[in-house]
Each structure stands twice: as structure tokens, then as C-alpha cells.
């Protein structure tokens, strides 16, 4: 007796009743309802994915649908017997009513009309005539027209059933026709149970490793996964194991992998090198080697941020240690690498020198961890306020390039008077009078209070950390100097520190105007003048810094911007708030002229000082003393430029052309 040819894996055990075809139940289930109830449709379209089962079902209804068994005898009421006539002459291929017609060679308008002619026969000792036409997507555009009107009203013993891949090139007026069916990929995990017991069946030893390989291969195809088993069967014989297959197959070691990932965490771009080398030497395709780093990563990625190992394709012990490898990185970290790898699969198709293209992706592998973490950063900012606002600290944020202040002012030898019960002094300015003297190129005399209003108790002393040049004689900010003879303080509030008061003292309305009281002299002043300290206020130092930057910035601009540098020398910084500096002028040509200039000066003030600056706003402090003369001057003055006006044209011209007025 001669032996029975061989049979590869995949037709030997490929399914023959609805039950035994794999992952593929919505369909098995919705073909066995329609055959209980005899709603079986006249036209029936099959897609999806090769080696997914598409023409075995068609086989398999085509069989049910002509099997001469009762209902009651057969499983499920619809399953084919496999026993009767029809069955066993259609497994054995000599069932004349179950016809096979592959659409990829019988693609012409021809085929289709002998088709036609033959759909009018009616079946010979069998219900229905069923005709399987694979890969219909072939077929032409004038074979689809030919087999409209067929398809559309056919003979009540003819039903059709198709088969493609590339659903998409079937015509709409044939689709609209035929009832959908939708086949899915396998999962790896049912193309490993499926052989399990294959194996079990042939008496094959084969370790869980070479299964999930050879599932792996599959890529979702049962019949792409039997081949490569055949081809494992063939190498390794009855006792197939993980290192030879995988060597076998030319398939990359996971211990690349591994190695690639861990040099991105140790940050070791020599290593990716010496990777890149092992891979080229080995024999592997650069391409399935960027294929696979991606699915490793993203392997990663799942073992992090879902926990569940289940959706790692890979054997038991693979997903322990890919858990383990995992807990070394951040979903961030995870995530730039797999777009790295994206990108780099995306553009070796076309590249020149793959191998460039490689090293050159795995050295930003190895860089990503160096990178900064701007979600971590951020989180780590947001507690660093919370904890700020619970303890009640003050958080500010220092331009790059500014110099450091101190974190707590300097403590003074004796202590700062207290102007409330349990209240600790921060921070003390000392008030802008209102009165404020005109600056002078030299030396400024010492001032008297005008005689119609009530003295103001003079500031205490100060140190200033640099007096500008140009305002020799004043004090910063635009207050006035006092004299050698000016009473002062016993003792001088640290630096860093402005005495304001919190409340202007009054003169009450028994005591004369234009005297001190008693016990008071212009330049002294008493506890109850201190303020409570105000945190928001700027310190010392920050206006000292402010006020070197006017200096230089007021140098800068005079040698190229005469006039406005000569209008910034008589300008000095009072006061710096909330982003503001708030600048003192003499007069409102000095605040109109210069508030065109005011984005500028900001700006430039700020890259000066290292400090953000928003925004300036202009104090005019209008003289109180020497009104008379003052205003004598300026009609001296105006009277100075009406004569030169009068004498030479070309100054009155360019007065008149851009509105001059006096400064001087």
C-alpha cells in the first residue's frame, strides 16, 4: 500500500466545521443562525487579511448548506456532518455543485459571460449550487458589469460567495449586493493554543519561547504562522528549541534589545556604536532590527503605564524581565524613543547609508535621558508653590545673569522699633517727600521747607550703595540730600532696609504752621512714624542694582542721544514695585519726552540689571522752593531763545519744526 502524500501543516489541519475555525466567532456564529433559519442571503462578500480563514469559511457554509443531514442530527443545528454524500464528495473535490473559480486568472469579461450561462443549470442531487470566487478584487471592471444583473437577481438555486483582501477595488455596485463579512488578525495568543495542540498532535517538543516566535512571525495570519512551524519542523525535527529556531530564522536576538535600552538609560553612546556594529556583523537587516527596537520599546511603555503583561506578546519569563527593565524609565522617556525609532523606520527606506541613518538615531536615544523633563519640572515647581503657600513664603524669580541678593537683611545693631504686637520688620522704606528739590550739576545748598506748609519729619539716614554721577548731591531716588548740620538718627536702620511711615504725621490744629513740635526737629523722627513692613516691597540692593544700571544706561545713551541722555541726568529711580520702576522728573517735559521712550528704556533697563522690568512711570516733583526765581529763569530763558530765534532763521525753523522748548 502506497503511503499517503504529505500534507503541509496548514491544509492537513485546516478547519472543516464552523467551531474549529480560530478567533474568527462573529462570523461562525452569525453563518450557523442564518442556516437554522433559512435566511441564507443569494450573495455573500468575505474580507479581511490573508490566512485568516475567509475561503475556508466559504467552504464551510458551501458544505453546511448542501449537507443531507437533518437539522436535529447535526451540531448546532447547522454544522456539516462530514458523513453524508454531499460532505464527504465535497472534502474528497468531487462535488460538481460546489464550484471554485479563482478570479486572478479568470479576470476577463469572457469568464464572467460563461459563468452566467452555467448559473442557469440547476445543481444535480444537491440543494443550492455555490460558486467561491476567490480574490475577486482582480477581476475588471467590465467582468463586474457583466455579472451585475446575475448577482442582482440570480436563480433560486445559485449563491455566491466572495473572497478578497482588497475589499476597497470591488466595485460599490457589487458590494451593495452581497452581505459584508469582516475577518480579524489573529492574536498571537490564539495562534499559539492553536499549535499546542497541532503539536500535541504530531508528538512535537517545543518550548513557549519558539510558539510565541513562530506566532510572532505569523504577524496575525494562521496560515503564515503553519508555515513557518513546517519550516521549524524541518530544521529542528520533533524537538524544537528557542536558540536554534531563532537562528534559523534570521531572526534579531531580544538581547540587542536589551542592550540598546540599557545604553539609553546608563547615557552610553559608545555602546550604541559597538550595537550597531554587533547587528551589521551578525547579518541582520537593519530595517527588521528598528522594526523590532520599536516593539520592544513599546513593550516597555505598556509594562509601565498599564501593569497588565498580558498585552506583551512575548513568552512568561520575557515579560518578567521586560517588567523589570521597564522600572528604569519614564513614560516620557519611553515615549521620545519611540518616536525616534518612528522616524527612523520611516526614513531608512530611502536612505543612502542605512547604517549612518542607525548610529545616528541611537546616539538621541542615548541623549534623551540628559534632556530635561519638562513634565517633571513642572510638577516639581507646582509642589514647590504649594508648599510655599502653606508656610507662607514668598516666591520670586530671578532673570538669568542677575545678581544675587541676600536671602535676609543684614541685622541691625540695635532693634528696629515694632509698630504693631507680634509684628517682625522685613523691610522698612523710607518716604518720597513731597516736596522735591531741583537737581543740580554741583553742590545743592541745603534745603528749607516753604513757609505755607506743614514740616515733614525728615528721612532717616541711609547708606546708598552707589550715587550717581551725574545727580552728585541727591540722594537716590530723587529725595533730597541733607546737610552735614541735619540732626539724624541714633541709630541708622541697616542697609538694606527703607524707613517709610505707614501713616503721614499731622500737624494738630493748635500747633503753628511752619514750626516743628516739640521735642521734634525736621530731621528727627519717632516710633510711631515706622510702618509695618510691607514683603512686597523691593529691598535695597534691587534698587542699587537698578540704580548702577541708570547710570550706565544714561552713559550709554548720552553718546549717541545727546538730548535724551541730558534728560535721563536729571532723572533719577524713587521707587521699584510690582515690575514698575517709577521714575522722578523735574517737570512734564521731561515725563512727555521721555514716555516715548518708555518700552526702551524698560527693556534696556532690564537687560542692564538682570531684572524684569515691565513697565516705567513718571513722578514730576515740581519744585517748592525759589518758585519766583524759578519762574524768572524760564522767562529769562524763553526770552534767551526768542532773541536767538530772532537773530538766526535757522533756529526759530527748527524750533518751530520739532516744538522746542527750553531745558536748561
Request: charged share 25%; hydrophobic share 35%.
Amino acid at each position: 500500500m502506497t503511503p499517503s502524500p504529505y500534507l503541509v501543516t496548514a491544509r492537513k489541519y485546516r478547519p472543516q466545521t464552523f467551531n474549529e475555525v480560530v478567533a474568527q466567532e462573529h462570523i461562525s456564529g452569525t453563518l450557523k443562525n442564518a442556516i437554522r433559519l433559512d435566511r441564507l442571503a443569494h450573495a455573500y462578500l468575505f474580507t479581511g487579511p490573508r490566512g485568516v480563514g475567509k475561503t475556508t469559511a466559504a467552504r464551510i457554509l458551501a458544505k453546511a448548506i448542501n449537507c443531507q443531514a437533518p437539522a436535529a442530527e447535526r451540531i448546532d443545528a447547522a454544522e456539516p456532518c462530514r458523513t453524508c454524500d454531499s460532505c464527504r464528495s465535497f472534502e474528497q473535490g468531487r462535488n460538481l455543485n460546489i464550484i471554485e473559480i479563482d478570479a486572478a486568472s479568470n479576470n476577463k469579461v469572457e469568464d464572467m459571460r460563461e459563468l452566467r450561462e452555467t448559473v442557469r443549470v440547476p445543481p444535480q442531487g444537491s440543494r443550492m449550487k455555490v460558486y467561491i470566487i476567490d480574490e475577486v478584487h482582480m477581476l475588471s471592471n467590465a467582468a463586474f458589469n457583466a455579472l451585475l444583473k446575475t448577482l442582482e437577481e440570480p436563480p433560486p438555486h445559485a449563491l455566491f460567495i466572495f473572497a478578497t483582501t482588497e475589499p476597497h477595488k470591488v466595485l460599490p455596485t457589487i458590494q451593495s449586493r452581497c452581505q459584508r463579512f469582516d475577518f480579524r488578525r489573529i492574536a498571537v495568543t490564539e495562534i499559539v493554543t492553536q499549535l499546542k495542540q497541532i503539536c500535541a498532535e504530531e508528538q512535537i517538543e517545543i518550548d513557549e519561547a519558539s510558539l510565541v516566535l513562530i506566532a510572532r512571525k505569523g504577524d496575525g495570519a494562521m496560515r503564515d504562522a503553519l508555515s513557518v512551524f513546517d519550516q521549524a519542523v524541518s530544521l529542528c525535527g520533533t524537538t524544537i528549541t528557542y536558540d536554534t529556531l531563532r537562528s534559523a530564522l534570521g531572526v534579531v536576538d531580544d538581547e540587542l534589545y536589551f542592550r540598546a535600552t540599557q545604553a539609553v538609560r546608563d547615557g552610553d553612546g559608545a555602546a550604541m556604536i559597538q550595537l550597531v556594529h554587533a547587528v551589521v556583523r551578525a547579518g541582520y537587516d537593519i530595517q527588521e532590527f528598528v522594526d523590532g527596537l520599536s516593539e520592544h520599546l513599546r513593550n516597555l511603555l505598556v509594562a509601565i503605564t498599564v501593569k497588565d503583561l498580558s498585552l506583551v506578546d512575548a513568552s512568561t519569563s520575557m515579560k518578567k524581565r521586560t517588567a523589570e527593565h521597564a522600572s528604569g524609565f519614564s513614560e516620557s522617556t519611553l515615549m521620545a524613543l519611540i518616536h525616534i525609532a518612528g522616524e527612523t523606520a520611516d526614513t531608512m527606506r530611502m536612505a543612502r547609508q542605512p547604517r549612518l541613518r542607525l548610529e545616528m538615531a541611537l546616539l538621541r536615544m542615548a541623549s534623551v535621558p540628559s534632556a530635561v523633563d519638562l513634565k517633571s519640572m513642572l510638577d516639581i515647581v507646582k509642589r514647590l508653590e504649594q508648599k510655599a503657600d502653606r508656610e507662607g513664603i514668598h516666591l520670586t524669580v530671578e532673570a538669568p545673569g542677575a545678581p544675587s541678593t541676600p536671602a535676609t537683611p543684614s541685622t541691625p545693631s540695635t532693634p528696629a522699633p515694632e509698630t504693631a504686637q507680634g509684628a517682625r520688620p522685613q523691610e522698612i522704606q523710607r518716604p518720597a517727600p513731597a516736596v522735591a528739590p531741583k537737581p543740580a550739576p554741583a553742590a545743592q545748598p541745603a534745603q528749607a521747607p516753604a513757609p505755607t506748609e506743614a514740616p515733614k519729619p525728615a528721612p532717616a539716614a541711609q547708606p546708598t550703595p552707589k550715587a550717581p554721577p551725574q545727580t552728585a548731591g541727591t540722594q537716590t531716588g530723587g529725595t533730597a540730600d541733607r546737610s552735614d548740620s541735619a540732626p539724624t538718627r541714633s541709630t541708622p536702620p541697616p542697609p538694606g532696609l527703607h524707613i517709610t511711615p505707614a501713616i503721614e504725621r499731622r500737624a494738630r490744629p493748635d500747633e503753628p504752621r511752619g514750626e516743628a513740635q516739640s521735642g521734634e526737629t525736621p530731621g528727627s523722627q519717632t516710633a510711631s512714624d515706622v510702618a509695618v513692613l510691607d514683603p512686597d516691597k523691593p529691598s535695597t540692593t534691587e534698587l542699587a542694582i537698578l540704580e548702577e544700571a541708570w547710570t550706565r544706561l544714561t552713559a550709554d545713551i548720552m553718546e549717541t542721544r545727546k538730548q535724551i541722555g541730558s534728560l535721563l541726568s536729571h532723572s533719577t529711580i524713587s521707587t521699584f514695585s510690582s515690575r514698575t520702576v517709577t521714575l522722578a522728573v523735574p517737570d512734564d517735559f521731561h515725563a512727555r519726552t521721555l514716555s516715548a521712550e518708555r518700552s526702551k528704556l524698560a527693556h534696556r533697563l532690564g537687560e542692564l540689571s538682570g531684572i524684569h522690568i515691565d513697565t516705567i512711570r513718571f513722578d514730576v516733583r515740581v519744585e517748592a522752593e525759589n518758585d519766583t526765581s524759578s519762574h524768572e529763569d524760564d522767562l529769562d530763558d524763553r526770552a534767551f531763545l526768542e532773541q536767538k530765534s530772532n537773530e538766526n532763521p535757522a533756529v526759530r525753523a527748527l524750533i518751530e519744526r520739532f516744538n522746542g522748548e527750553p531745558t536748561w
